[in-house]
């Protein structure tokens, strides 16, 4: 009978032992993201751009009609408020992309925006809210940013929620747990 005990004990110990090494390796294994993956199913801004099109009949605005800075205004509103994918919260991801440093030494940096094309938020009008995410680094260092848009990979949880800056409203933030070079 004890015999017996130790050998079921065994065996619950060795499933349990199973089930917690798969889940931490299902923990170490982040899916990969790409940007698209980003923007819900069912929206479309190229298709609200086309009704703004026709609404307004851009070609035929003169840059001095008023209707262009109601249209400006209807875009900026578009932009910061396009929807977010919700089923990507909580998940551990790694994603490549651009950084905008937001606190920084000039060599690390433990928060910036990730974004998806080079000169986002600086040169070019910020990317919608649904392409910029809020990054903020575990080591409170941060990582090491070699340039104003380096491009990296960033792996951590992804958190549907908002965040505004002088230079952009993300949809998105992760919690990095690992910041690294794009080679």
Not at 111 to 123: Q, R
Request: aromatic content about 8%; charged content about 25%; hydrophobic content about 40%.
């Amino acid at each position: 009978m004890f015999i017996k005990r130790i050998f079921v004990l065994i065996i619950t110990l060795a499933v349990l032992s199973g089930l917690f090494i798969s889940h931490v390796h299902a923990a170490e294994s982040p899916q990969e993201l790409e940007w698209t993956d980003l923007i819900p199913q069912g929206f479309n801004p190229d298709e609200v751009l086309a009704q703004y099109q026709k609404e307004y009949d851009i070609d035929n605005l003169s840059d001095d009609d008023p209707r262009i800075a109601e249209l400006t205004k209807k875009l900026e509103a578009l932009m910061k408020d396009a929807p977010v994918n919700d089923s990507l919260a909580g998940k551990t991801v790694r994603l490549p992309g651009f950084v905008v440093p937001l606190e920084t030494d000039g060599e690390k940096s433990s928060e910036f925006l990730l974004v998806p094309y080079y000169g986002a938020c600086i040169h070019v009008p910020p990317p919608p809210a649904n392409q910029t995410i809020h990054v903020t680094t575990r080591d409170k260092k941060g990582a090491a940013i070699r340039q104003l848009f380096d491009v990296v990979w960033v792996t951590g949880v992804i958190d549907v929620e908002q965040f505004s800056s002088d230079l952009a409203d993300a949809g998105y933030t992760i919690d990095a747990t690992k910041v690294e070079p794009y080679e």
